[in-house]
């Protein structure tokens, strides 16, 4: 069994109105997106503004409610969990968003922000989940001097690692991330992701990568999932994909990188080769 497997994803949306004030075009959205997720994989979603990448990656959490499909999290089925259920379910599986300041609460020190969720949905005691906290800021490369700082005080590659420390408090299996480093300076983003990167290998973690730049996907992503207008237009291995796009579309997407990895002054890769191939 696949940790996630989505078909047949649906969704339209009203926009506009007419001057009675009713809503009118229907915008849609997905149309019948299928795709699975094995444990430990990364599956990068591409395709130009407006495809739908980021409404898949909500109805898998189901931030945004689907118009027809199934999504199917470690054999349970999402769509049809009650929201005491879904809250617990939605701990399982973790999103990070393009901007990481505004997934932190400004009023909450960095320290609290990290053991906040262990506060709502666990019963451990302060100590713990401070010791918790600081070793997960740790992992992700912020020191003990941030701990008390609060949001405005941090650079946005530091605040979007504090971002992944919080999502990964509760010991997900999957992250669903919608272009994690697009917002961060050109200098952090291979950071960041050589970051997300050593995380998914060291604890496991599933990702769905929603992202444009597919330079990013080559050394992330163990699979890529095009799409356009809505639909898929293929999936494969990145290797493949890169190697061999099979449709008109994905080699367009490629032809339209401006350099095919990111790289510093001599030449030589901002991240590490990918573990696929
Ligand atoms: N809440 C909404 N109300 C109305 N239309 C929406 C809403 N959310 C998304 N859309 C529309 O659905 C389509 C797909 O949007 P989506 O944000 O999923 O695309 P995307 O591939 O993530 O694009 P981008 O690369 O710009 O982030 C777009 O036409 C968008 O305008
Ligand atoms: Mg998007």
Not at 206 to 232: P, T
Request: proline share 5%; glycine share 8%.
């Amino acid at each position: 069994m696949s940790l996630l497997e989505v078909e047949n994803l649906t969704k339209s949306f009203s926009s506009g109105r007419d001057w009675l004030g009713r809503r009118t075009k229907m915008v849609h959205a997905v149309k019948g997106v299928s795709f699975t997720l094995e444990r430990g994989e990364c599956l990068a979603v591409v395709g130009e503004s407006g495809a739908g990448k980021s409404t898949v990656g909500r109805m898998v959490l189901r931030l945004i409610e689907p118009n027809s499909g199934s999504v199917t999290f470690d054999g349970i089925d999402v769509l049809a969990t009650k929201p005491k259920q879904l809250r617990a379910l939605r701990q399982r599986m973790q999103m990070i968003f393009q901007d990481p300041y505004s997934s932190l609460d400004p009023r909450m020190t960095i320290k609290d922000a990290v053991a906040e969720p262990l506060l709502v949905h666990t019963d451990k005691g302060r100590v713990t989940r401070e010791k918790e906290a600081v070793e997960l800021l740790d992992k992700v490369g912020i020191g003990s001097r941030y701990l008390e700082r609060y949001p405005a005080e941090l650079s946005g590659g530091q605040l979007q690692r504090v971002a992944i420390a919080r999502a990964l408090t509760m010991k997900p299996s999957l992250i669903v991330c919608d272009e994690p480093v697009a917002a961060l300076d050109v200098s952090v983003r291979a950071q960041v992701l050589n970051l997300l990167r050593d995380l998914q290998e060291e604890l496991g973690l599933a990702y769905l990568f929603v992202c444009h730049d597919l330079a990013l996907v080559e050394v992330i992503a163990d699979r890529v999932m095009v799409m356009a207008s809505g639909e898929v237009v293929e999936t494969d291995t990145t290797d493949q994909i890169f190697a061999n796009p099979r449709q008109e579309y994905t080699k367009k997407l490629l032809a339209a990188i401006p350099v095919p990895l990111p790289r510093d002054a001599q030449g030589n890769r901002l991240v590490a080769p990918g573990k696929v191939g």
